[in-house]
């Protein structure tokens, strides 16, 4: 067995909160985390837990580290909130162990539901963990990176304003070399749907959004993006614990859907972000459910095949697996659709043990694979036994609709030397769907010519 | 000795069941308010359909992933509590005790089967006990309120059990220590990890609602 003081990582982030850390502030954040920010809801967890071990397994991190007894979800409840809640003594080199176990040992996949017969959310706790972490500036630094540009651009990469509009109309000026006439509508009011992305997709994956415009527009879809903030759904600050930031940024969000008169939110294949509009950033805005709603983009490529809106021209044949990404499967129940979609694209497909809502997660999501490359070593590490899975499949290819995942399991299959490739579901939709001829013929111009 | 027995018997009694039914009520609607003043956002997915559906799928042996993946600690809560239950409510002296106390005549287990059903307790109490020594993950974790918490159950179920092979003064004895004991831990349930056995319906409850009503989505 290992001891988090062990396998301390060095994080700048980190290193730099430490320093400014004083009994007194801890004190304080120990007494908001006791009296204000939390309820009846984790002390009754806190009391009623029997310490029974039984969530252990639902682990990746402990079953991938050859089950140290340290990773298990209810060890790592009894590292940190448990001693918070005990009142014992608290110093600045725990309150470090805290931020690495909760910000970068848990992926707040909640897996371990399925294995609590008391029915306590880990996930919860372990947020809170990070909510005091992040009270007491203790972050790690990457992780908190996006956290600042989430508050200052409610962007989580820095993108500016003119930047994120120069991006689209970049992506329709290439889009339209195959199909003339496409537009990727910005700020069209009472638009039936309002697509937005995150973050990293103008940044420096621009393709996918290359690919969202190719299918609405082959489907005939009358959409929109907004010129202005509120175009990214993505939020790193419900992973850090700044629940002030998320609440903004899901504002944003929201608000731009509203002010554009949209019927509804479509969003790509992101996983945290979903969590965070339909889960967690609509509670802190009041809102039971979206204030708008929401289709993720399992469900809508879901509707449009099955609608008939696009066809499928052909099925791969290459041996195909599914990844259940937590947020859209055991965080919405998306796994019909998620196989509805992946067989109509692929005729050899491949099922993971386990899978469903009880697959193993991708250890990259909950903001881990944010906490960046100062961890990345742990986090492949951390994750054996989704190698494992994936390599048992024989899959050539491992679909993923989740960027947190996507991202995540690249780094998993290139560590252990898997020949596999990792694809969303728009990376086969694109190619493989029907586009009819007057789609992607040039457009008439005056004089009958061609532009 | 005697007059202890009929003190812990009678009025001890009263005062047990009436400590418990305070304190537990207190508690309840304590955490109840708060809940309703701090976890708003939580409460408000209460759902009794996906509550009930929780609590029944995890009340069957071996139906969730963790007691799949735990088949010992399965067998030995299931038998442990069933036990418990099926004794509290029907071994043969407290059938007894329920129809002087309260006028209720009931159905009551042989002696044999009261035997069997506290070897079936006190071997699973064991295979918990044992587990917080010896598997890894337990033992990392334990502390002394979960020691309390096992032997508090451990104490009246062994008296009760031992208390049957004897007789004379020794009987006496461990009966009026079976009564004591089991005084005592319904007392303490409000106050130790023992308060599972009340709060576990309301935690269950809800995040089976959150599985269900939110995440669309089973929890076992």
Redo the contacts between chains.
Sequence with gaps: ?STIRERRITDQGLEIGLAALTQDRIREAVQAIRNSE????M???H????????????CHF?VSND?D??Y?P??KV?QTMTRILNGEDIGPQDVYDFAQIAYTECNLCRRC?????????IGYIMSTVRRFCYKLGMVPQYLNDTGNSHASTMNQMWVKEDEWTDSLLWQEEEARDEFPHIRIPLDKEGADIFYSVIGPEPKFQTQLIYQAACIMHVAGLDWTMPSFPGWDNSDMSMYIGDFETMGRVKKAHFDAAQKLKCKRIVMGECGHAFRSV??VGN??LGA?DSPVPIVHSIKFFADLIREGKIKIAYKIDDPVTIHDPCNV??????MDELRYVTHALCSNVIEMTPNR??NYCCCAGGGVINCGPPYKNSRVQGNRVKAEQIKRTGATIVISPCHNCHSGLEDIVHGAKIDAKISFLGDLIYPQMEKPAHFTEPAPCNGGGHV | METLYLLARGPLCWATAIIFVLAMGWKLSKAWSEAKAKDGSSVAYLSWKFGLRSIFNWAIPYNALGWKENPLICAATFCLHLSLLLLVLFADGHTVLWEYTFGLRIWALSPMLSDILSVVALTSLGVLAWRRIAVPQVKFVTGPADWLALILVTVPVLTGFLSGFLGGTSALTLTTLHILTAEILIVLIPFTRLSHAVFIFFTRAYIGSEFGGVRHCRDW
Excluded at chain 1, 38 to 41: D, L, V
Excluded at chain 1, 49 to 56: E, K, L, S, T, V
Excluded at chain 1, 329 to 334: D, F, M, N
């Design positions: 067995m939390t309820g009846a809801k002390k009754v967890y009391e009623t837990c029997m310490r029974c071990g039984m969530c252990a397994p639902a402990y089950n007894p340290s298990a209810v060890a009894h539901a399925f294995y609590c017969p008391v029915g306590i959310d339909h889960d509670r802190w039971k499967i055991r965080g919405r129940g998306l809502e009880y």
